[in-house]
């Protein structure tokens, strides 16, 4: 008896960490880790499937899986996409050390946790397949399926940047963002005219719901604090995965070669595909088709 009361006060207490609310057509949930709160988009929380967590990249927001979170509720799966570190309002810690991908990684597994998912899929984009890489990596007793999108294999991806040309020439963007101060001012001069120039693959809804989110104090700071917490030591390695894996690549991606995508299998020790679409690096809002359809089929392969 003693034992399920304990239980029940347990859940009581991770409960009143999250606040649900409804806001223009959405359903979200501010949840509190750790003294930060994550404001995350939820959906299907009353089904009886499998929980999905999908993460956002850089420079998005948890908005870029608009149209893929009522796909996957359709099929009976719970989802929840959180604003990230840096991107939550009130998740905005101050120092470059807080942004290290350690703790990242760590705020999906507290999430997870708040919402009392004991397993579940994740879905990363860019810098949330950065962050997936290395929850899955840590946290694999947690993780059901693993879908990364644009962003390969961390250790394969660090090797390209250190030996290949085409992966060099295409990272060179990241020495100005490690920049103080300078990539912040780049990005909001003229009305934020170079961050939206970023975006000219997303509707004009989706633009201005990323705009209100970098227009906020610390936002433009923070998500760039990502580049300057972990693009500094390219000798930290993942290691072997063994969790079912998807990797979706676009041939034309600006940001990722080709190569490290390749280079990826020999750390894919468990069921692994490599997909590459004829697209760019915003694979959501380029092929959204074959992205939700290629996803549904993964997460659904290794559901219970």
């Not at 939820?42 to 149209?67: C, K, Q």
């Not at 697209?279 to 993964?298: C, D, M, P």
Request: aromatic share 12%; charged share 25%; proline share 3%.
């Amino acid at each position: 008896m003693n034992h399920l009361f304990s239980i029940i006060i347990c859940s009581m207490a991770i409960a009143q960490n999250i606040n649900y609310y409804d806001a223009d057509g959405e359903s979200f949930a501010d949840v509190i880790v750790n003294e930060l709160t994550f404001t995350c988009r939820v959906a299907g929380m009353e089904n009886d499937g499998d929980a999905v967590i999908l993460l956002h990249g850089f420079p998005e927001t948890s908005r870029m899986w608009y149209d893929l979170i009522p796909v996957l509720v359709s099929e009976g799966f719970k989802v929840v996409a959180p604003d990230q570190r840096g991107y939550s309002n009130n998740a905005r810690p101050p120092k470059i050390s807080d942004y290290s991908i350690d703790k990242l990684s760590q705020d999906i597994i507290d999430i997870a946790n708040a919402f009392q998912f004991e397993k579940f899929h994740l879905v990363g984009h860019d810098w949330g397949s950065a962050v997936g890489w290395a929850a899955v990596a840590i946290h694999s007793d947690r993780i059901v399926s693993w879908t990364a999108l644009s962003v390969p294999h961390l250790d394969a991806f660090f090797e390209a940047i250190k030996n290949d040309e085409l992966q060099k020439q295409k990272s060179q963007y990241i020495k100005f963002f490690k920049k103080p101060i300078f990539p912040e001012i780049y990005f909001s001069i003229f009305g934020y005219k170079y961050l939206k120039d970023i975006w000219r693959k997303s509707s004009q809804d989706e633009i201005e719901k990323y705009i209100e989110v970098f227009k906020q104090k610390g936002a433009l700071k923070s998500s760039l604090n990502w580049y300057r917490a972990n693009m500094k030591n390219e000798n930290n390695k993942i290691g072997e995965i063994s969790t079912p894996t998807l990797i979706i690549y676009g041939l034309r991606d600006m940001a990722i070669g080709e190569k490290s995508v390749d280079e990826s299998e020999k750390f894919l020790k468990g069921e692994y595909k490599i997909e590459k679409l004829e697209a760019g690096h915003w694979l959501i809002q380029e092929s959204f088709e074959s992205v939700s359809n290629s996803i549904l089929k993964h997460v659904s392969t290794y559901s219970k």
